[in-house]
């Protein structure tokens, strides 16, 4: 039985981690008006927390869908059980710096005779097919004011031309070649590396994988905006859906590019900022970020530490 153990530096670094952004959503309440904001969370109750989560449940398990189909392409069939709580495992630490959750899944799925490499390349597809999709949600936003209209465009053509260099197998080959030659051994290694990881991925981004990706990410991370947007529903904004899915998913993207772990900080203090912005009262904005956060990133983090703490599991013969 494989179990992992959460101790030493990761142990003391997930406590500080949960203790400061603790911390952080009480300061959160407390600048809106303590009482109000939790007037906001009673007001939506266990019926609408429990909406929030099981939304979530379908984010997670669409995503899950899509992975194991990343890791057949890579020429991987996982024992499913055994390949969801690796999965889901991930979750666990993608509040620790570094991407530790991510390194963990590679750690794991190395024992079933996955490289590294491959898995990493599964992470790849899996995290840049999220950013299209991200593009996308916010694009539905932004699309109902002409001003933003041109920046769609150019967010389309963007995602166009790098999915276009995706597929240039021999000009990144050709690339690789160049680097590892011209440059010292350890950039060329570096680079050389990281175009394997690419070159593993364009299997992954073969047109029917990759609308097959970008619709299962639609519907999965459009369950989460879909809890959002049902949160602010019942505390009687009147965000239209369009609106609420471009806030969360903005948020979300404006988290990951933070570099920060699990986005905190700068996911919540968007979405606060954006949902002022539309007319949204302080303490419903504050009240409705710290849920839905709860309910995502939290939820998640507290599935993922259960799944490490799992025994392998293994195909009955």
């Avoid at 060329?188 to 990881?197: K, N, P, Q, S, Y």
Wanted: with cysteine; net charge positive; aromatic share 12%.
């Amino acid at each position: 039985m494989t179990h992992f153990s959460l101790s030493g530096w990761r142990f003391h670094v997930l406590l500080l981690i949960i203790l400061l952004s603790a911390l952080g959503y009480l300061a959160f309440s407390l600048w809106a008006g303590w009482h109000e904001v939790v007037e906001a969370i009673i007001r939506v109750g266990y019926i609408g927390t429990a909406v929030a989560l099981a939304l979530s449940l379908v984010n997670y398990g669409l995503r899950f869908v899509r992975w194991q189909k990343y890791l057949s392409l890579l020429g991987h069939n996982i024992y499913s059980p055994e390949s969801l709580r690796i999965y889901i495992g991930g979750f666990g630490l993608t509040i620790l710096p570094g991407k530790a959750g991510e390194a963990i899944r590679s750690v794991f799925l190395k024992k079933h005779g996955v490289s590294y490499p491959e898995s990493l390349a599964a992470f790849f597809a899996e995290h840049f097919t999220n950013l299209i999709v991200m593009l996308l949600l916010v694009a539905v936003g932004l699309w109902v004011y002409p001003k933003a209209q041109p920046i769609v465009v150019i967010l389309a053509f963007m995602i166009f031309a790098v999915l276009i260099a995706l597929q240039q197998r021999k000009l990144l080959i050709k690339l690789k070649s160049f680097v590892q030659t011209r440059f010292p051994q350890k950039v060329g290694g570096l680079f050389g590396h990281g175009v394997e990881i690419v070159l593993h991925s364009g299997r992954c981004f073969s047109l029917p994988m990759l609308f097959y990706g970008i619709t299962l990410g639609l519907f999965a991370w459009g369950a989460e905006g879909l809890a959002f947007y049902y949160i602010m529903e019942v505390l009687g904004t009147d965000l239209t859906l369009p609106v609420a899915l471009f806030i969360y998913a903005f948020s979300m993207l404006v988290g990951a590019l933070s570099f920060l772990p699990g986005g905190l900080g700068g996911a919540e203090a968007t979405m606060v900022a954006l949902l002022m912005l539309n007319h949204v009262a302080q303490p419903q904005a504050v009240a409705a970020t710290i849920l839905i956060r709860l309910a995502t990133l939290w939820f998640a983090v507290l599935l993922g530490l259960i799944a490490l703490a799992l025994p392998e599991r293994k195909v009955h013969t």
